[in-house]
């Protein structure tokens, strides 16, 4: 038994229960074949729209529930311990949504956020580009003012939704000299003219979740699609981040959790020398290993929940939980492959699966080396 948490109340037990359910009848079944075309179907984001697991910390003005993030937790707790890695739903509701709720027009909410949390819009945001990753200052997508439109050219690869979404929040460069004081976030439908997908990437994990390059050539876009102020975009950004990084350490441990689910079934129920694997002292040593690990990184976000609910979470505390999770989890995984055997490397296993899916969090939302710096510069 892991160390009993305190976050959650009745309510949010009961939204479990709902998401658990979602998960296992609505995903679970068809994630295999999701994995095979490199995209969930489109009518999945209807279901979870339906049920209400979109959005849910908007505002019920704008068709959320105004609920706290424990609630999001819980959706991206639910979806990794079962491993399905497809359905982008928490880039949607709790990176892009955020966004458009702090920074957008009265016009923009009522446009947008809606839509969003009824599953008819999907969203992804556009920051990574071909020849930029860690480092946003850099960025070369440029949007050029023209009278009441700017015009975006530039590419964004790596982004996650982009297959499926309606429209992007992007991150361009607004002035002439470059730097991170000239980079603005801006709106763009997926139906504008200039406006191009291309096909979804054939990725090592995380086959199932839609991820591709989007290119924008000449795309005329009205300026009130901007968010805040012109020039504001790293701003943004930089006050966003710590959740964005909290939401990976989240999702690490439920992944390490899913992880050592597996291999203490898969032991207790191989044998070898007649007795199952579990019953060897060096099978128990490693499980009791993974299991402390686990607890002790749910623990550690745990608190930084604690605070981000508050409002409290620095984002040094943030790039701890993301940079020592997700190291976390590959230790973890690592060792339950190993303790599969030869099975364990067969795609067929789910453990295989999700040693390819956990390789990529030490990589997004800021590398394990760019952790390491954030954390070094509040020392």
Known sequence: MMLQRTLFNEEHELFRQTVGRF????VAPHHEGWEEQGFVDRKLWNKAGELGLLCATMPEAY???????????????????????????????DIVAPYINNYGSE???QRYLPKMATGELVAAIAMTEP?????????????????????????????TNGWHCDFAVVACKTGNTGGAKEMSLIIIDADTEGFHKDKPFKKMGMRAQDTCQLTFDDVRVP???????????????????????LMIGIMCVAGAKNAFNLVKDYTQERQAFGKPIAAFQNSRFKLAEMKTE???????????LELEVKKELGIDAAAAAKYWCSDMLQRVVDEAV??????????????????????????????????????????
């Open 338 to 379: 190993q303790m599969h055997g030869g099975y364990g490397y067969m795609w067929e296993a789910p453990i295989a699966r999700a040693y390819a899916d956990a390789r990529v969090q030490r990589i997004y939302g800021g590398s394990t080396e760019i952790m390491k710096e954030i954390i070094a510069r509040n020392i």
């Open 131 to 159: 020849g930029t990753g860690s480092d946003l200052q850099a960025i070369t997508t440029t949007a050029k003012d023209d009278g009441d439109h700017y015009v975006v050219n530039g590419a964004k690869t790596y982004i």
């Open 223 to 245: 300026k009130e699609n901007l968010l805040g102020a012109p020039n504001m975009g790293f701003m943004m950004l930089m006050t966003e981040l710590a959740w964005e990084r």
């Open 63 to 93: 068709g959320g529930s105004g609920v706290d993030r424990l609630y999001s937790t819980i959706l991206m707790e639910e979806q990794g311990y079962r491993g399905l890695s497809g359905p982008g739903f928490s880039l949607h509701s």
């Open 107 to 109: 016009d923009i909410k």
């Open 23 to 26: 998960f296992d009848e609505e």
């Open 294 to 304: 686990i607890d002790i990184g749910q623990t550690y976000v745990d608190r930084c």
